[in-house]
């Protein structure tokens, strides 16, 4: 049976030690032959020439480069620049996203939501960009229903994404129960998991709370008796996404994102134990 395929997430680096670690970790995760690397956007666009910058490096090293684009906070100036500079790089993939509003920053910026993105980047490049967009197993955060989350995601399908990626989760059951809340609204195009390797955990709380994923409560008593014990967190975190990795590739799931935070041992760890090579 052929493995789902794989891809990595970045973020762009903000110091000259940063981008040569990155380079190096990109190097070696390069070698499993992931189907693509996407690099984030900050708040408000915050990023924007870093992640111009990484994008274009990891083209320029003959990798597919997928570009997060954020519409909070930008005009339909500045995103059609960046469209068509991509486009000009031959870039094919794009993470269409609504983003984060940055604090002090006073207006939402031309676009409200992520379907009115996808709609904007189909109108000015056609079919020329895969558009991915986001996915919530757990749902959003800040959404005011179950129900209002799923008919969210339905926009930006409807509005021509071609697949999403889904924030990270540690319950499978969440996402086979998001496929079947899907298949029920009629959508079908392929939504790849996000999966977040274990390697701080006071790291992983901060950034969950932050974002609305689920860890598990067994999964957080079990780390927090570990205490300062890192080692022993790292080894209990990969045991459990691979698991949770298996379960999904079991089950069906198109493909595997993984988010690195720029690096390549704990990913490169738990794909080995699923058979990449």
Not at 13 to 23: A, F, N, S, Y
Not at 43 to 61: M, P
Not at 145 to 170: H, W
Not at 229 to 244: H, P, Y
Request: glycine share 8%; hydrophobic share 40%; with cysteine.
């Amino acid at each position: 049976m052929n493995k789902p395929h794989i891809s990595f997430e970045f973020f762009p680096p903000q110091t000259p030690e940063g981008v040569e670690k990155l380079t190096a970790a990109r190097k070696r995760l390069a070698m499993l032959n992931p189907e693509f690397f996407s690099c984030t956007f900050g708040a408000g666009g915050s990023t924007q020439d870093r992640t111009l910058d990484t994008v274009l490096k990891i083209k320029s090293e003959g990798y597919e480069a997928a570009p997060h684009l954020s519409c909070v906070g930008s005009t339909r100036e500045n995103i059609r620049a960046l469209l068509h500079t991509y486009k000009d790089a031959g870039i094919k993939r794009i993470v269409a996203l609504r983003g984060d509003m940055p604090s002090g920053m006073g207006s939402i910026g031309e676009f409200q939501y992520a379907n009115e993105l996808v709609s904007f980047i189909r109108v000015e490049t056609g079919e020329h960009f895969h558009i991915e967009v986001a996915a919530y197993p757990e749902f959003h955060p800040q959404a005011n229903s179950a129900r209002e989350d799923m008919l969210n995601f339905k926009r930006k399908v409807v509005a021509g994404a071609d697949s999403a990626i889904t924030q990270y989760f540690y319950n499978a059951d969440a996402y086979f129960r998001f496929m079947d809340e899907t298949h029920k609204l009629g959508i079908t195009v392929p939504i790849v998991p996000g999966i977040m390797p274990i390697m701080r955990y006071s790291q992983l709380a901060r950034f969950s709370d932050t974002c609305g994923a689920e860890i598990p409560r067994w999964m957080r008593k079990t780390m927090e008796g570990y205490g300062d014990d890192v080692e022993s967190v790292q080894n209990f975190g990969r045991d459990v996404v691979v698991q949770l990795c298996e379960k999904l590739i079991a089950g069906g799931a198109p493909g595997l994102h993984f988010y690195t935070l720029n690096q390549a041992n704990a990913s490169l760890e738990i794909l080995h134990r699923l058979g990449y090579q």
